[in-house]
């Protein structure tokens, strides 16, 4: 019913910059928060970044005033614009959406991720 797709992974040097998008489709009535999470090999996932249906965000500490997210209700679809890259920051990289549809109430959906790799 509802897929949440994310895209614009990539290699980076670091210090440089990718902007994450991921698409929500389906029969969609309204989406609430949303948020960037990412998982490096060996660790836990940790949420990146956060956003809620009126638009306040929030950031985990590593990732403040170097990455910006945002969403765009009109087209379904938040960003993470991601710059001063570094090699910690490499990691899968997925989003998840609390969604609402017409036929259930209120569901946590997950992409699949997008590998973010930082290195010379």
């Known amino acids: 019913q509802v897929q949440l797709v994310e895209s614009g992974g990539g290699l980076v040097q670091p210090g440089g910059s990718l902007k994450l998008s991921c698409a929500a489709s389906g029969s969609i009535s309204h989406i609430y928060a949303m948020g960037w999470h990412r998982q490096a090999p060996g660790k836990q996932r940790e949420l990146v970044a956060h956003?809620?249906?009126?638009?306040?965000?929030t950031y985990a500490d590593s990732v403040k005033e170097r990455f910006t997210i945002s969403r765009d209700n009109a087209k379904n679809t938040m960003y993470l614009q991601m710059n001063s890259l570094q090699p910690e920051d490499t990691a899968v990289y997925s989003c998840n959406a609390v969604i609402s549809t017409a036929s259930s109430g209120l569901t946590n959906y997950w992409g699949q991720g997008t590998q973010v790799t930082v290195s010379s």
């Open positions: 956003i809620t249906g009126s638009g306040v965000m």
